[in-house]
Each structure stands twice: as structure tokens, then as C-alpha cells.
């Protein structure tokens, strides 16, 4: 019988590769979002991920936490907690209803291939918690699981 961190460690290696191959996907937009960063850039940044609230409770998401650095060019790392899952129509129209806006798409399709991944994995009772991206030259997604 496998143990909890056996189990741990097989879900964290699943989520790893599926978002790997996602972030690999999207690497080159979010690299031009921030390879040339200005002030008045990152603020845009910033305003658009942080109205978007209306949006991320539809898809089974809350930003909960926004950590900056403020360095050349800047990162951002947001903290989403996860609600709830959204079906599979509803993600499309939240992705058709944001395709002009190239950060909330890279964040959406985060959090919506992260879900998938986590109900895939068979973890006892621990579920998906929080969902961490970080948007910068380097992007890297985190999960956390919880009781």
C-alpha cells in the first residue's frame, strides 16, 4: 500500500509535467509580456489581473494574494484559491469571453489545466487548495494541496 507522500510525490510529478507542457506553450507570449517591462507596463499588468474577479469566481477561482518584485523587468506572482470546478463549455466561454487580453488568457488556461491535473490524482483527502503563477521571463506554476 502506498503511503501519502508516495502518492504526494507521483500527483506532484503528474501536475509538474502537465503544467510544464502548458507553460512551455505560452513561454514565448508571457517572455514578450515581460522582456521589455516599463513602469506603466507592469501597472497594466497589475490592473488587469486584479479586475478580473468577476471572471475568476466563474471559473472556480479567487486571487487571494499578489507578491511583486520590483525588479528589471518585474515578476508577479498571484495566489489563487480554488473553489470549485467549472465545466468544460463554461471554461470556454470565460477563455472567448477574455481573448483579447493575453495575461488573462495565460492565467486562465493556468488555472483551468492545474484543476484538471488535480482531479485526476487520487491523493486521500487531500484536495487542490491554491494555485500559485508566477509571470515574469521565467513563468513557473505552483500547487498546493490541502486536508
Known sequence: MENIFDKAKEAFEKITEGVNDFIQMDKAEVIQEFKNSTK?????????????????????????????S?????????????????SEEDRKNILDENKDKKITTIILKT?????????????????????????????????????
Open 40 to 68: 506603466e507596463k507592469a501597472n497594466a499588468i497589475l490592473d488587469e489581473v486584479t479586475n478580473l474577479s468577476e471572471h475568476m469566481i466563474k471559473s472556480g477561482f479567487e486571487l487571494i494574494e499578489i507578491n511583486t
Open 70 to 86: 520590483l525588479g528589471l523587468p518585474p515578476t508577479f506572482s498571484l495566489t489563487y484559491h480554488f473553489l470549485n470546478d467549472v
Open 111 to 147: 488555472l483551468f489545466k492545474s484543476a484538471t491535473y488535480a482531479k485526476s490524482l487520487k491523493l486521500g483527502s487531500f484536495k487542490l487548495n491554491e494555485v500559485n503563477i508566477q509571470l515574469g521571463l521565467l513563468p513557473e506554476v505552483g500547487v498546493k494541496f490541502r486536508k
